[in-house]
Nanobody, 115 residues
Framework: QVQLVESGGGLVQPGGSLRLSCAVS????????MGWYRQAPGKQRELVAGVTSGGNRNYAESAKGRFTISRDNAKNTVYLQMNSLKPEDTAVYYC?????????WGQGTQVTVSS
């Protein structure tokens, strides 16, 4: 079956960095567009960054200049490098695989930015 497993979340101080990983199995990873989303308490889930199967990237305004999404098709893994973290980045971060009408989500990883 399809599995997306996020890791790398945790507690970090403002200004710090984290690298999230999402390991994918059960699909032909290279054919899928991949995205990182986040959901803070009481808020809707929002797109943070995406990378297409062809390698094109897009970012939410809040992530531009601080976050970098990348993918390694040989490892079936997508990454989110997060730098200069702010308290408002606190959320559960999810990865998503999309291709046509097929959408798969991971279980999420908590990121908490606090001093």
């Amino acid at each position: 079956q399809v599995q997306l497993v996020e890791s790398g979340g945790g507690l970090v101080q403002p200004g710090g960095s984290l690298r999230l990983s999402c390991a994918v199995s059960g699909i032909t990873f290279s054919l899928y567009h991949m995205g990182w989303y986040r959901q803070a308490p009481g808020k809707q889930r929002e797109l943070v960054a995406g990378v297409t199967s062809g390698g094109n990237r897009n970012y939410a305004e809040s992530a531009k200049g601080r976050f970098t999404i990348s993918r390694d098709n040989a490892k079936n893994t997508v990454y989110l490098q997060m730098n200069s973290l702010k308290p408002e980045d606190t959320a559960v971060y999810y990865c998503k695989a999309s291709r046509y009408s097929n959408n798969y989500w991971g279980q999420g990883t908590q990121v908490t930015v606090s001093s």
